[in-house]
Each structure stands twice: as structure tokens, then as C-alpha cells.
T-cell receptor, first 112, second 117 residues
């Protein structure tokens, strides 16, 4: 079956520390993958998307970067977190069923 | 560029009232998809509906109904006889293809619905 895994579920990190959020997809190949962020009380903002290994498109210039080292793995990173990086991060893939897109369960990041 | 506007940011109703959530979109393409998602306090996104641009039929699913009108670029969502469990943030979203095989899903800013007993 096709599933998406995202971890960790919650994370508290100090300002200036690095970040690595991982997302993996199972049951499909060459998926289109996406990272979204939702700041507190705000909408969902598309950060990055990828159509294949090593192919990353950035939607919003910021303190974050993304990488796709394997076909079904999408990683969101930062070298030094800022307070403004706090938020709810969602990974998604373009699934080919009724729903069209499948979302992970999200990571709630708090930068302190 | 694609754009989704949810003009209402927050609505509060009393249980059993009907409520309509507005969504207006902009796109340069003739082939696209429209979505509605529900986000309860736990944060996960719950898929409600996907509609392609060639299907303008309205849809009803239980207490939920959707009105898609290409002429006004709107995809409105109505909850009939609202219940407390409908309290959540609701997002409208638009997906369209780009050259090179990419496809992007862009969200509106969301609308927080509170249904009071």
C-alpha cells in the first residue's frame, strides 16, 4: 500500500541549532514530493517541491533547504534555526488516486 | 501564477446553522484541480473533495456540498446543519501542472470555523 511517513512528530530546538526533518514514501516510485509550512494561525505555504532525485525547486527564499537523496526520501534542513522557523511542517506527495495528494502527519517545530 | 483566496478568516455559528465557506481562485491553465481540506486542532489535513476543471457538477456528500462555478472562478463549500465536530480550519486549494512534469498544490489562507452548541 502507498503510505507516507514523516518524523519526528514534535521537536523543540534552540535558536542557532541545525534541523533535519525526514519524509519517506512507500508503495510508489518517482513521486512528486512537497514540503509545506504552517506558521501559527496562518495558512499552508509551499516551501519546496521535487520531481526527482536531486531536483529541488524552492518557492520561498528563506533559512531552509531541501534535499532528495533517494527516490522516496525528502529531507528538510536548516544549518541554523531562527525563531521564525517555528511552525507546523507537512510533507506531501502527488498520489494517483481519488485524493490526488497524500499528506504526512506533520512535525510541530518550536524554536526557543 | 496560481492563487487561492478565502476571504473569510473566521466564522462562528450555532449548531444546526448552515454555513458556506467561499473560495475564489486564479489560474492561467484550463486543466486544474480544486480541493477542500479540513484541519482539526490535531493538525493533520483531512481530504474532503477533489474536483477537476472539466467537471462543473455540484457534489453532495452527507451534510457537505460543493458548488463549482468556472464562470466566477469559485468553488464554495456548504455545511448544512452544522455540528460541533465541524469546528476546524478549512482550506481550499488549487493544483495545476507546470512544464517539466511538476505539479503544485497551492492553498488559500484557511478559514476557521467554530460551531457552538
Amino acid at each position: 500500500s502507498q503510505t507516507i511517513h514523516q518524523w519526528p512528530a514534535t521537536l523543540v530546538q534552540p535558536v542557532g541549532s541545525p534541523l533535519s526533518l525526514e519524509c519517506t514514501v512507500e508503495g510508489t516510485s518517482n513521486p512528486n514530493l512537497y514540503w509545506y509550512r504552517q506558521a501559527a494561525g496562518r495558512g499552508l505555504q509551499l516551501l519546496f517541491y521535487s520531481v526527482g532525485i536531486g531536483q529541488i525547486s524552492s518557492e520561498v527564499p528563506q533559512n531552509l533547504s531541501a534535499s532528495r537523496p533517494q527516490d522516496r526520501q525528502f529531507i528538510l534542513s536548516s544549518k541554523k534555526l531562527l525563531l521564525s522557523d517555528s511552525g507546523f511542517y507537512l510533507c506531501a506527495w502527488r498520489s494517483w488516486g481519488r485524493k490526488g495528494y497524500t499528506f504526512g502527519s506533520g512535525t510541530r517545530l518550536t524554536v526557543v | 501564477a496560481q492563487k487561492v483566496t478565502q476571504a473569510q478568516t473566521e466564522i462562528s455559528v450555532v449548531e444546526k446553522e448552515d454555513v458556506t465557506l467561499d473560495c475564489v481562485y486564479e489560474t492561467r491553465d484550463t486543466t486544474y484541480y480544486l480541493f477542500w481540506y479540513k484541519q482539526p486542532p490535531s493538525g493533520e489535513l483531512v481530504f474532503l473533495i477533489r474536483r477537476n476543471s472539466f467537471d462543473e457538477q455540484n457534489e453532495i456528500s452527507g451534510r457537505y456540498s460543493w458548488n463549482f462555478q468556472k464562470s466566477t472562478s469559485s468553488f464554495n463549500f456548504t455545511i448544512t446543519a452544522s455540528q460541533v465536530v465541524d469546528s476546524a480550519v478549512y482550506f481550499c486549494a488549487l493544483s495545476e501542472k507546470y512544464p517539466g512534469g511538476s505539479e503544485k498544490l497551492v492553498f488559500g489562507k484557511g478559514m476557521k470555523l467554530t460551531v457552538n452548541p
